[in-house]
């Protein structure tokens, strides 16, 4: 029963986890048309519980994208600079798109995981029934 | 057959290393992103049985303290650019073995308890 415990404590860090950066994601892509905008990404870590002697996995720092700012022209913007030119946001669609998909796989898989534990604990709480 | 009750330990044993096996393999799937994690998994059932004596007075008393002692080993496969070396694919065959295991153990160990309550006269 210990262990069915850990494994249901350890794919509920997974879920959390995956949400975490679903969240990410779809802040960039909302943020996608914001000038200045910078994309953020996350990290993850396992991190051992010691006395269950299982390492569920967190999330770390948020870091954000220190690539080049897109640099869009259009001299009526009201942030244009001398040039015509203001910086948008370094948010490539695309990525994100992917990013948010192999959230969705790995959260899937640990759902999964998920219902096929509770499913073997309750047969095995199904022989006291007899 | 029954005075030791070897059949119910052999069955317990089976399910607690199904346990074991799907807590680890649950640990994996939960870590499947996290940058350089490598995946555990203990010895298969077979082996730990092959460990133990078996013939004609096949007794199992080592069995379950042979299971719980199992140490995870980590596997070593193709690894990601971020290090992580977890393949979903092979861990969700392997929940399923674990799962199967898990059935058949508790499979052996209802029907074992059918036949002790049937020799009792009890339904």
Redesign the interface.
């Known amino acids: 029963?210990n262990?069915?415990s850990?494994?249901?404590s350890?794919?509920a860090?997974?879920l959390k986890?995956?949400a975490t950066?679903l969240r990410h994601v779809s802040e960039n892509i909302a943020n996608a048309d914001t000038p200045g905008y910078r994309r953020k990404s996350v990290?993850?870590?396992?991190e051992t519980n010691a006395d269950q002697g299982?390492?569920?996995?967190k999330t770390g720092q948020v870091s954000l994208d220190r690539s080049e700012l897109k640099q869009i022209y259009d001299p009526s913007h009201p942030m244009a600079d001398d040039t015509g030119h203001f910086q948008g946001s370094n948010v490539d669609l695309i990525i994100e798109i992917a990013d948010a998909r192999?959230a969705q796989?790995?959260y899937e898989?640990?759902l999964?995981?998920?219902e096929?534990?509770r499913?073997?604990s309750s047969?095995?709480l199904?022989?006291l029934r007899? | 057959m029954f005075e030791n009750l070897d059949i119910f330990r052999a069955a317990q044993s089976m399910a607690i290393h199904a346990g074991k096996r799907q807590s680890l393999i649950a640990q994996n799937i939960a870590n499947a992103d996290t940058p350089g994690y490598k995946p555990l998994d203990i010895k298969p059932f077979s082996e730990v049985l092959q460990s133990n004596p078996i013939g004609k007075n096949a007794s199992f008393s080592t069995l379950p303290t042979a299971v719980s002692t199992l140490e995870p080993f980590t596997i070593n496969g193709s690894e990601s650019p971020n290090g992580n070396a977890v393949s979903v694919e092979q861990q969700m065959v392997k929940a399923i073995e674990a799962r199967r295991q898990h059935d058949q153990a508790l499979a052996i160990y209802k029907s074992a308890l059918t036949i002790i309550r049937a020799s009792l006269g009890r339904r």
């Open positions: 029963m262990d069915f850990n494994a249901l350890v794919t860090s997974g986890a995956q950066r990290s993850f870590q396992s299982v390492s569920s996995v192999e796989r790995s898989a640990n999964k995981m998920f096929q534990t499913q073997m047969s095995l199904d022989l007899r």
